[in-house]
T-cell receptor
Framework: DAKTTQPNSMESNEEEPVHLPCNHS???????IHWYRQLPSQGPEYVIHGLTSNVNNRMASLAIAEDRKSSTLILHRATLRDAAVYYC?????????????FGTGTRLTIIP | GAGVSQTPSNKVTEKGKYVELRCDPI?????LYWYRQSLGQGPEFLIY????????DSGLPNDRFFAVRPEGSVSTLKIQRTERGDSAVYLC???????????????FGEGSRLTVL
């Protein structure tokens, strides 16, 4: 599986935008980019995913570099509830390759 | 709610004992996953079921670990002769179909915390 690299931790002030980076220089042309987050004492939850184009949903935006070797998860206005570990994951599109491989993620701290 | 349910939420056992952890996926989800998460680490894949069959068990660490899903819904993760190193949170997730056929969104339960003394 292609690997992703994320900073171990980040801090952001409440009510400000947060940009969480992810490098995936060995991404293949068929890999989707997925983001999950894990709140304290909970299982991970899906945030967003994309292939080539930028994506928006109610939780966040995903900006994908033109060469697809990096991406950025954007939380437009961080709240205290956004404090979590954020995982950037590559998922192949080949049938039979079904597992998601998590790294250690970025621990996001929100400062009130 | 109708999310993924895992029982027990906490299990304390002694070294050498047998443990079963149960996962009740979202109704209608055919794909089911088990992950293990140690403190400070991301979830580590153990096994994936499509229906009743284990389609990928490459993450099971050794033959003390076994999982079943006899009717294609509820799954049980079984650990024999537990060791202190098995202490972790065991997470279950389900997906409507194989992730390669859909958005790839997994729905996780809150996990079962296993402590082996």
């Amino acid at each position: 599986d292609a690997k992703t690299t994320q900073p171990n931790s980040m801090e952001s002030n409440e009510e400000e935008p947060v940009h969480l980076p992810c490098n995936h220089s060995t991404i293949s042309g068929t890999d989707y980019i997925h983001w999950y987050r894990q709140l304290p004492s909970q299982g991970p939850e899906y945030v967003i995913h994309g292939l080539t184009s930028n994506v928006n949903n109610r939780m966040a935006s995903l900006a994908i570099a033109e060469d697809r070797k990096s991406s950025t998860l954007i939380l437009h206005r961080a709240t205290l509830r956004d404090a979590a570990v954020y995982y950037c994951i590559l998922r192949g599109r080949n049938f039979g390759n079904e597992k998601l491989t998590f790294g250690t993620g970025t621990r996001l701290t929100i400062i009130p | 709610g109708a999310g993924v349910s895992q029982t027990p939420s906490n299990k304390v056992t002694e070294k050498g004992k047998y443990v079963e952890l149960r996962c009740d996926p979202i109704s209608g989800h055919t794909a089911l996953y088990w992950y293990r998460q140690s403190l400070g680490q991301g979830p580590e894949f153990l096994i994936y079921f499509q229906g009743t069959g284990a389609a990928d068990d490459s993450g099971l660490p050794n033959d003390r670990f076994f999982a079943v899903r006899p009717e294609g819904s509820v799954s049980t993760l079984k650990i024999q002769r537990t060791e202190r190193g098995d202490s972790a949170v065991y997470l279950c997730a389900s997906s409507l179909t194989a992730t390669s056929l859909n958005t790839g969104e997994l729905f996780f339960g809150e996990g079962s915390r296993l402590t082996v003394l």
